[in-house]
């Protein structure tokens, strides 16, 4: 396994167009999360699935703002008719549940820009 | 929910110096502690982890001790190198994994 992939690794946009994003985490983790990164900040949790039940959404994932992981493996987040705000790094990170809290692995990101 | 508070970089060293990043934390219970790090151009990976109070995560030289009674988990290395230069983050977990990430500090590292 190479590790969470994400596609496209950039995307420019321009105001008011729906844009999608796709990840890929490593094969055997059932938990999946999205974060958003804005220059010069931690990444700022947006929404988190285990298997293919979305558990949890933060307040800052707006009605423009879906995601979903269909078969409980890859994950799509959409974001529809984008602000110039949504420019960020948009990162999804993966999973096992275990006994301990175990880690979490990155991938390289999405990066938004919204013209 | 969790928090943490880490040291405002950016952070500027000769090589070989001492380095201490300081993250303090709230949380609800005792949850497992992370050191994440970002090279530049890279994603975030896992530098360290502690799960219970007073284990010790290390790696690459670097450690970083939970301390439940202070709500701390600083970050130290005794010689950093020019290749530490990066942002590092602290960040407590939770139950469903999700982690709360400080600002980062930048470090840089001058030969």
């Known amino acids: 396994d190479t590790g969470v992939s994400q596609n496209p690794r950039h995307k420019i946009t321009k105001r008011g167009q729906n844009v999608t994003f796709r990840c890929d985490p490593i094969?055997?983790?059932?938990?999946l999360y999205w974060y958003r990164q804005t220059l010069g900040q931690g990444p700022e949790f947006l929404t988190y699935f285990q298997n293919e039940a979305q558990l949890e959404k933060s307040r800052l994932l707006s009605d423009r703002f879906s995601a979903e992981r269909p078969k409980g493996s890859f994950s799509t987040l959409e974001i529809q008719r984008t602000e110039q705000g949504d420019s960020a790094m948009y990162l999804c990170?993966?999973?096992?549940?275990?006994?301990?809290?175990?880690?979490?692995?990155f991938g390289q990101g999405t990066r938004l820009t919204v013209v | 929910g969790n928090s943490v508070t880490q040291m405002e970089g950016p952070v500027t060293l000769s090589e070989e110096a001492f380095l201490t990043i300081n993250c303090t934390y709230t949380a609800t219970g005792y949850p497992s502690l992370f050191w994440y790090v970002q090279y530049p151009g890279e994603g975030l990976q896992l530098l360290l982890k502690?799960?219970?109070?007073?284990d010790k995560g290390s790696n690459k030289g670097f450690e970083a001790t939970y301390r439940k009674e202070t709500t701390s988990f600083h970050l130290e290395k005794g010689s950093v190198q020019v290749s530490d230069s990066a942002v590092y983050f602290c960040?407590?977990?939770?139950?469903?994994?999700?982690?709360?990430f400080g600002r980062g500090t930048q470090l840089t590292v001058w030969p």
């Open positions: 990170a993966s999973s096992r549940t275990g006994g301990e809290e175990t880690e979490a692995f």
């Open positions: 094969s055997e983790h059932n938990r």
């Open positions: 960040a407590p977990g939770s139950t469903l994994g999700r982690l709360y």
């Open positions: 502690a799960t219970k109070a007073d």
